[in-house]
């Protein structure tokens, strides 16, 4: 059963670093991307970026110059790390599998508030 | 980047209703277009993916078209289980871009 889950620190205070973790279970990362996509306050979908199957990523221009993605696949987790976080960084942060393309499979998404 | 335009932004319609969804890219994006639903409170799910395929599980009343620039979700008998917001997304060109999604209700 394919399953993926964000955890993160809910809170972040802003021009702080965000770090969101997808933990997934049922496949393997070498063999599925993973994406990274955001949602502000139930309005429109946001692609980040995604880790390939062979460890290779690609993002989105909007966010290039503070997101890194990363991943550790014995533990099967893939890291969302993003600085300088402002108030419009708010929103649902939500990891998804790739699978013939499409984002076929979400976790349930973890909520993060900048504020302070 | 591209550019999606869904329309139209609310619709309200009744059980058994056939419904269409109208997403337009800006431009040519090759039927890498995906449709998405979401419900409230929930995370997004795949209902079709380049343009016509259903995702498993997906009853059979929704169906996806087009071609280009410009593309259809269709409900051909409208369920009280449809409310939701449907997304579109084009998977042509990075970065991928969603449209802003049409949220359907019951009348």
């Known amino acids: ?116 | 980047d591209i550019q999606m335009t869904q329309s139209p932004s609310f619709l309200s319609a009744s059980v058994g209703e056939r419904v269409t969804l109208s997403c337009r890219a800006s431009q040519n994006i090759n039927k890498y277009l995906d449709w998405y639903q979401q419900k409230l409170g929930e995370a997004p799910k795949l209902l079709i993916y380049n343009t016509n395929n259903l995702h498993t599980g997906i009853p059979s009343r929704f169906s996806g078209s087009g071609s280009g620039t410009d593309y259809t979700l269709t409900i051909s008998s409208l369920q009280p289980e449809d409310v939701a917001t449907y997304f579109c997304l084009q998977r042509n060109s990075w970065p991928y871009t969603f449209g802003a999604g049409t949220k359907l209700e019951l009348k």
């Open chain 1, 1 to 116: 059963q394919v399953q993926l889950k964000e955890s993160g620190p809910g809170l972040v205070q802003p021009s702080q670093t965000l770090s969101l973790t997808c933990t997934v279970s049922g496949f393997s990362l070498t063999s599925y991307s993973v994406h990274w996509v955001r949602q502000h306050s139930g309005k429109s979908l946001e692609w980040m970026g995604r880790m390939w199957s062979d460890g290779d990523t690609s993002y989105n221009s909007a966010f290039t110059s503070r997101l890194s993605i990363s991943r550790d696949t014995s533990k099967s987790q893939v890291f969302l790390k993003m600085n300088s976080l402002q108030t419009e960084d708010t929103g649902t942060y939500y990891c998804a599998r790739n699978e013939l393309g499409a984002f076929a499979y979400w976790g349930q998404g973890t909520l993060v508030t900048v504020s302070s």
